[in-house]
């Protein structure tokens, strides 16, 4: 079986996807929308894609990507994240000037390059950002990426533990062209998006079946759709499966207030929720 990830061998998503899925071949895709495609097109099996880390926060596009795409989502994982600081061999700490990385890298550890004088580099990804470092050989230049993307790319670690967070951890969707739900009666996971015009009390009304029936909604986000503002998209994960009652009156409540509901997936509750 074939797994697709954005970035380059050794990239965190790799190292995610072969912690859930240690016998699978991993395929790197340059963006999140070639690693969507991957899976649609049958060139993967399926896809991992991160969603939202504990110290950056939202990843951008994937959101954006999700509704639009022909994927289901299958499953999550929860990946501790251990930035390094890689260079050249030979480089030290003090000969760093400039530090490249995927955004969201960069933005889990900019306390400590600021600390440090560093000028960050935003890279496609963070293990890309390490094979260039290692192709370029400037003492001058280092990346923050993985130990695994240090031992592939043969750099050296300079420092370990730069994130800003003390628990830095990435929340990964895994993604399938076909529908895999959990069982009902399941400690489960629902994702959806739905729209609402944009009027007052819209949303409250649109939410209140989920109140009313003890549904625990975990993540609410909210994007302006079709280029305007007065209408919006919103993504939640809530807790339950749609055929157990609490959820099934909840969305049947929804859809009266709501339209172009839409079932990303019903999956199982990582044992990360629990800790």
Aim: with cysteine.
């Amino acid at each position: 079986m074939k797994i697709a990830f954005q970035g380059a061998f050794g990239a965190n998503s790799d190292m995610a996807c072969r912690a859930v899925y240690p016998d699978c071949e991993t395929i790197p895709c340059f963006g999140f929308d070639d690693a969507f495609e991957a899976a649609v097109s049958g060139k993967a099996d399926l896809a991992m894609i991160p969603v939202e880390n504990s110290v950056a926060g939202r990843v951008a596009d994937v959101h954006r990507l999700l509704p639009q795409g022909k994927l289901f989502i299958i499953g999550e994982h929860y990946q501790p994240i251990e930035h390094r600081l890689l260079a050249i061999k030979g480089a030290r700490l003090e000969d760093i000037e400039t530090v490249e990385s995927h955004v969201q890298a960069l933005a889990q550890c900019q306390k400590w390059l600021k600390a440090h004088n560093m000028t960050p580099v935003i890279h496609a990804d963070t293990a890309g950002a390490a094979e260039k470092v290692a192709k370029v050989g400037d003492k001058r230049i280092a990346a923050i990426a993985s130990g695994l993307a240090g031992k592939i790319y043969g750099l050296e670690t300079l420092a370990t533990g730069i994130a800003d967070g003390p628990k830095n951890t990435t929340r990964f969707l895994i993604l399938s062209k076909d529908p895999r739900e959990a069982s009902p009666g399941s400690d489960c996971i629902t994702t959806l998006v739905f729209r609402v015009r944009s009027v007052p009390a819209a949303l409250y009304k649109a939410l209140g079946g989920f109140a009313t029936n003890g549904i625990n909604i975990t993540k609410l986000e909210s994007y302006l759709v079709d280029g305007n503002f007065t209408a919006a998209q919103f993504y939640v994960d809530c807790e339950g499966h749609p055929k157990d009652t609490p959820l099934r009156l909840a969305l049947e409540e929804l859809a009266f207030f709501a339209h172009e509901v839409k079932v990303l997936g019903v999956y199982p509750a990582h044992a990360f929720r629990r800790q």
